[in-house]
């Protein structure tokens, strides 16, 4: 349960948002054994807006016990208030603090482990030498056969350069490792597939094209991960140019295809058609440029992108080549305002830019049932709650609120029907695809305004998607392999 709240810091400045179980800290506090000491506790972290999830003991003495008080807070400078509060409470001692996000990454997040236990002689022979050598001579007259006879045909290569971690920027490939671990613990819970993250010490587009060339031949398929733009498209169109397996930029195209799921439902809840939308979007980085070029995809006609130097139209001439493609292919009628000014009489708000750049007053010149996705981490272009006033759709892309547009809805199914099909390579068809399947998951009984993409949780998502990119790619001719039924 997460709990709205509005602290006092210890500079006396406010802070508000949500408590989270990512910010969960165990105190671990002697307290004297005197009238009340636990309630005092309690209720000075209930005060400054913590959300207490229980006290436990740990050791009982003559005149004192051993508790662990668990709560959570918002944000890392909340818990620490916290912290300060409690060691001031008469008869409290401090002993430790633990923080469970911190607890959850010791020794990393995951594993390599073998499908074959070994345990004789004979296991060791089969698996190892001189059995091995067969198999080996076996793949060497028939490449093929590494897809079935080693773990190629089920492992994705997750490749970063550390450049652009989530919202935090070029902290560098170690910092961005605990990203690249979770991610592949997603990867194998909601798609069954294999992932190993390989962190690049090197940010140099030439390098790290030939080092993902190098290791391809152990992997089935490429995700890139967390590469700063212009950079990611450089590597992703040589990659997928030059190498037999698909490649795939899960920051443009899994976020994308969230996004374009999330707006079929939006629209079919509002009753409007995503032809007829006006769709204003902030933000054309990476993920933004994909969003808008798959929502035209899907049907959208009328687009206009912004970035810090305002609309995206024709008549400008500081366009990067990204930026330029989307002048020649939106904003039909060249307008060149203010972003506040473009939500005039428009459908859809897409955000995928930066914190508090609207308020939510501008979404009341919106039309009639205005659907608002805003998606910036870790805090959104507009308050969620605040644009519920005037949005009959709300989407964000944090956990905090219904709606989550996140790509992890995408990724576990889509590589798992690459590998699958053993597609040589992703198409646009594929994404679109993608979307519509997702989408999908969301049955007439269950959409509504607080519902308009499915659960992470939903195990029939990876399932639904990974089943429209084998028909596709089977459709388009991509796929190596014929897959007679869905996925398991």
Not at 49 to 76: H, P, R, W
Not at 129 to 149: F, H, M, N, Q, W
Not at 366 to 394: G, S
Request: a neutral charge; hydrophobic letters at 45%.
């Amino acid at each position: 349960m997460n709990v709205e709240t509005k602290n006092t810091t210890t500079d006396g400045s406010l802070t508000r948002g949500k408590t989270s179980a990512s910010y969960g800290i165990t105190v671990r506090a002697k307290l004297l054994k005197t009238g009340g000491v636990p309630a005092r506790v309690l209720t000075a972290i209930a005060e400054i807006g913590g959300e207490v999830e229980g006290i436990y003991m740990v050791s009982s003495e003559l005149t004192f016990t051993i508790q662990d008080i668990k709560f959570n807070c918002v944000n890392a400078q909340h818990g620490e208030d916290i912290v300060a509060a409690v060691a001031r409470i008469k008869d409290v001692e401090v002993m430790h603090v633990s923080d469970a996000t911190f607890l959850d990454h010791l020794r990393g997040k995951i594993e390599v482990t073998p499908r074959r236990t070994i345990k004789s002689a004979d296991d060791l022979s089969r698996a190892y030498t001189p059995g091995v050598a067969r198999v080996c001579l076996e793949i060497a007259a028939d490449p093929s056969k590494v897809y079935s006879l080693t773990s190629k045909g089920n492992m994705v290569a997750i490749v970063t350069d550390g450049s652009r971690i989530l919202g935090l920027g070029n902290i560098g490939p170690q910092a961005g490792l605990p990203v690249m671990e979770g991610k592949a613990m997603l990867f194998k819970q909601f798609g069954g597939v294999d992932a190993f993250p390989l962190a690049l010490g090197t940010q140099d587009t030439d390098e790290i094209v030939r080092t993902v060339k190098a290791i391809s031949p152990g992997f089935g398929a490429i995700n890139l991960e967390d590469i700063a733009s212009p950079r990611c498209y450089e590597v992703e169109q040589r990659l997928s140019e030059e190498l037999d397996i698909p490649v795939f930029h899960d920051d443009q195209h899994g976020t994308a295809i969230a996004t374009v799921a999330a707006a079929i439902n939006s629209a079919k809840l509002v009753k409007k058609q995503l032809r007829n939308l006006r769709v204003v979007g902030a933000g054309v980085g990476a993920a933004g440029l994909a969003c808008a070029k798959l929502l035209m995809a899907a049907g959208v006609r009328h687009y206009v992108g912004f970035n810090v130097g305002g609309a995206i139209h024709k008549g400008r001439t500081d366009l990067t080549p990204q930026e330029r493609w989307l002048a020649e292919n939106s904003n039909p009628d060249n307008f060149d305002g203010t972003l506040q000014e473009a939500l005039e009489g428009a459908d859809m708000f897409l955000g995928l830019a930066a914190a508090g750049i609207i308020k939510a007053e501008d979404l009341a010149v919106m039309r009639r049932d205005p659907i608002v996705f805003a998606l910036a981490n870790p805090i959104p272009e507009v308050m969620p709650l605040e644009a519920k006033r005037y949005a009959r759709v709300v989407a964000t892309g944090g956990s905090d609120y219904p709606n989550q547009i996140n790509n992890a809805l995408v990724f576990p199914g889509f590589f798992k029907g690459l590998l699958e099909s053993r597609a040589q390579r992703v198409t646009d068809e594929m994404k679109l695809a993608a979307a519509r399947a997702l989408a999908a998951v969301v049955s007439k009984d269950e959409l509504d305004e607080d519902h308009v993409i499915p659960s992470i949780f939903d195990s029939r998502v990876a399932k639904a998607v990974a089943s429209a990119v084998i028909e596709e790619a089977q459709k388009s001719g991509v796929a190596r392999r014929n897959v007679a039924k869905r996925p398991r």
